[in-house]
């Protein structure tokens, strides 16, 4: 038997605020039904990203809670050019992004900037710089 990484779940408080911030980088993703509390959409690559509420997590495990220490995941996402990085961190604001990281001239290479998402995990942007 061999384990194939199939998807990405999220917890999330406020699913309609977390899917605006991640339409921002370009992931394709419907609005929820009234009511629903479980939301996917396919990436590149053939990988899934889900989103669930807190309330669907503990539906099926009564004892979960969320870290309260930082995030536990960080979601890295590539662009094409280091000017897209600088505006994308300012972009993500609008949509309940929080900036940890200002866009820097890594060492190793690349424009690199973290933002959290509206629920604190972290959204790496990078770019190689040319």
């Known amino acids: ?40 959409a396919s990436v590149p690559g053939g990988m899934r990203l889900l989103w669930d509420t807190p309330e669907t997590i503990r539906s099926f495990h009564p004892d979960w809670r969320p870290p309260t220490d930082g995030p536990r995941v960080t979601l890295a996402f590539r662009l094409d050019d280091p000017a897209d990085v600088d505006a994308l961190y300012v972009g993500l604001a609008d949509v309940g992004g929080d900036g940890a990281v200002p866009p820097w001239d890594a060492p190793w290479g690349q424009r690199y900037a973290v933002v959290h998402d509206p629920d604190g995990n972290s959204v790496d942007l990078f770019a190689p710089n040319a």
Request: glycine share 8%; no cysteine; hydrophobic share 40%.
């Open 1 to 40: 038997m061999t384990p194939h990484l199939y998807a990405i779940g999220l917890v999330v408080d406020d699913l309609r605020r977390s899917l605006a911030f991640y339409r921002r980088l370009g992931i394709e993703v419907a609005d929820p039904d009234e009511g629903q509390v479980h939301v996917e």
